[in-house]
């Protein structure tokens, strides 16, 4: 029989029968203890029920898969962000959407805390980008209709700093207190990770949410520079004057004429070049390697 992994807690599988919905309990097969593919969190499996037991025989191909954390066959994602408490880290976000635009995963950009600033630009650098935003105080069910929408029917995960509210915006859509959240730490105000493990939720409305905790590990791959400059789908590819521009310093940079008439967010574009150097300083390497 056919089912999905929701759950994955030392060595015991919860699936989601394809065919009932309900939910069974399954171990892995011998296999895969001795192959790099282990099961996986949203995984599509083949039970074997033959036994007394279910026992996890086949995964399907996945279309994407996250390592930290292990998370499998995921087409939406809400990049959560506090505007403050704690104060956005505007570089991780853009590498997160770099890594769902390299794995064929739509990103929502959620910015908590509303109630706790009076001012808050960073929704204004990300709408000037295609990528829907909102903001919203995560405490209040009502903030959480947009993000409820763009999950509706989808495979999401929440993705973001400790202590933003993934959490506190998981027990709001799902409707009941389902993961514990943790307050800041007074010390540091960053959150306590709170938050440890991964598991698909089912939404009311269809889909499946995963909170996390985390990926804050996550580095984009860009094989080259012309990769990176692609996975910012707001910069106007095509249209500078030399056909290799880095969009650097190059005369005719259709990217930096964009930054200039403020159609891109400065903070976007130098992020764009911090990467760009990380993208260089590795293609080097590899060069000296190669030669
Ligand atoms: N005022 C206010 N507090 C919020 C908001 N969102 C979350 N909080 C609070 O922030 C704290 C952390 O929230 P969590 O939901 O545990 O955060 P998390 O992102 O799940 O954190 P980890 O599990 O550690 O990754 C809790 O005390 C929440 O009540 C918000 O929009 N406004
Ligand atoms: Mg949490
Ligand atoms: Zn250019």
Redesign the pocket.
């Known amino acids: 029989m056919k089912g999905r992994i929701l759950k994955g807690i030392g060595g015991f599988y919860t699936i989601e029968s394809a065919d009932s919905f309900d939910l069974l309990t399954a171990k892995a097969a011998g296999i895969f203890r001795h192959q790099k593919l282990k099961p996986a969190v949203g995984d599509y499996v083949t039970l074997n029920d033959d036994a007394d037991s279910y026992v996890i025989v086949d995964i399907e191909k996945r279309r994407n898969y996250f390592i930290r954390p292990p998370v499998a066959n995921v087409d939406r994602a809400v990049l959560?962000f506090?505007l403050s408490?704690p104060k956005p880290d505007l570089l991780l976000l853009d590498k997160l959407l770099i890594a769902c635009e390299e794995n064929g995963v739509e990103a929502m950009i959620c910015l908590?805390?509303?109630?706790?600033v009076s001012k808050a630009p960073t929704a204004e650098i990300y709408r000037k980008t295609p990528y829907p935003v909102c903001e919203?105080?995560?405490?209040?069910p009502r903030d959480l209709a947009p993000v409820a929408e763009f999950c509706a029917g989808h495979t999401v995960f929440l993705a973001?700093?400790?202590?933003?509210?993934?959490?506190?915006?998981?027990n709001g859509l799902i409707g009941e207190k389902t993961?514990?959240?943790?307050?800041?730490s007074a010390k540091l105000g960053r959150?306590?990770?709170?938050?440890r493990h991964v598991e698909l939720l089912r939404l009311k409305n269809g889909g499946y949410l995963a909170?996390t905790?985390?990926f804050s590990s996550l580095a984009p791959a860009c094989e080259d520079e012309a990769a990176l400059a692609k996975r910012f789908p707001e910069f106007p590819l095509g249209e500078c004057r030399f056909l290799d521009c880095r969009h650097k310093a190059e005369p005719g940079c259709a990217v930096r004429a964009a930054v200039e008439a403020e159609e891109i967010a400065v903070s976007r574009y130098e992020n764009y070049l911090t990467l760009l150097k990380t993208v260089e300083t590795a293609q080097n390497k590899k060069g000296r390697r190669g030669k």
Do not use: Y
């Open positions: 959560v506090a408490h908590t805390k509303r109630d706790t919203i105080n995560a405490t209040d973001g700093p400790s202590g933003v509210g993934k959490s506190t915006m998981t993961m514990d959240t943790g307050s800041l959150g306590k990770h709170t938050t909170d905790p985390g």
